[in-house]
Every structure is written in structure tokens, then in C-alpha cells.
């Protein structure tokens, strides 16, 4: 069976640094989307990255454009998500997630990910 297991985050001043991981097992995903979403306090869950092989594409979120990256070891099945000039507004759980469908697009929709980890919590602080 699937599991995405997240780790990596904790709590980091404002304009720090964190890298999140995501290791996948019970399955590859090279060929498939695979994304991250947060969390906030009271908030609904919301896209934040996602990237797939397919139209060689990546996505990210206006707010974190220019702060954040994401990026896979397919060797290792790994998803990273660097998230560099953080801000409080960045406080949230992060989830990684994975489509089940090979060789489609990458997308902001959580509909789209079958497949996600429990999630690990970033606190950042001003």
C-alpha cells in the first residue's frame, strides 16, 4: 500500500530557511504528479507546489513563487519542497501529495492527488 511520510518541519524565524521531504513507498511515482499542500489554523487546506514529468511542468503558488522549490530524487523516491525567506503567513501543516494517474499534468486541485502523507508542521516566527 501506499504511504507519503513527511518530515522536516519545526519551527524557524522569520526569513529562515526549512526543506521539507516526502518519502514515497509502495509504489514509484516518476511518471506521476506529485504536489504540496498546507494547512493553517481554521483555514482550509491549500495548494502550495506540485510538479510532474508530464509537460515537464511545475506549478507553484503565488505567494511562495520566487521563495519556494520543489523538486524529486526518483532514484530514491523523494519529494523536497525548499522554502527559503519564510514568513509567518507560511505557518501551516504541509502535506505531500501523489496522483495515482501516470503521465498526467501537474495541477492545483486537491482532487487530483490520491495519495497523502499525515503532514508536518512549520511554525514560523516573527
Known amino acids: 500500500q501506499v504511504q507519503l511520510v513527511e518530515s522536516g518541519g519545526g519551527l524557524v524565524q522569520a526569513g529562515g530557511s526549512a526543506r521539507l521531504s516526502c518519502a514515497a513507498s509502495?509504489?514509484?511515482?516518476?511518471?506521476?504528479?506529485m504536489g504540496w499542500f498546507r494547512q493553517a489554523p481554521g483555514k482550509e487546506r491549500e495548494f502550495v507546489a506540485a510538479?510532474?514529468?508530464?509537460?515537464?511542468?511545475?506549478v507553484y503558488r503565488n505567494s511562495v513563487k520566487g521563495r519556494f522549490t520543489i523538486s524529486r530524487d526518483n532514484a530514491k523516491n523523494m519529494l523536497y519542497l525548499q522554502m527559503n525567506n519564510l514568513k509567518s503567513e507560511d505557518t501551516a501543516v504541509y502535506y505531500c501529495?501523489?496522483?495515482?494517474?501516470?503521465?498526467?499534468?501537474?495541477?492545483?486541485?486537491?482532487?487530483?492527488?490520491?495519495?497523502w502523507g499525515q503532514g508536518t508542521q512549520v511554525t514560523v516566527s516573527s
Open positions: 509502495g509504489g514509484t511515482f516518476s511518471d506521476n504528479p
Open positions: 510538479d510532474s514529468r508530464m509537460g515537464n511542468r511545475t
Open positions: 501529495a501523489a496522483s495515482q494517474l501516470s503521465w498526467a499534468l501537474a495541477t492545483t486541485r486537491m482532487n487530483d492527488y490520491h495519495y
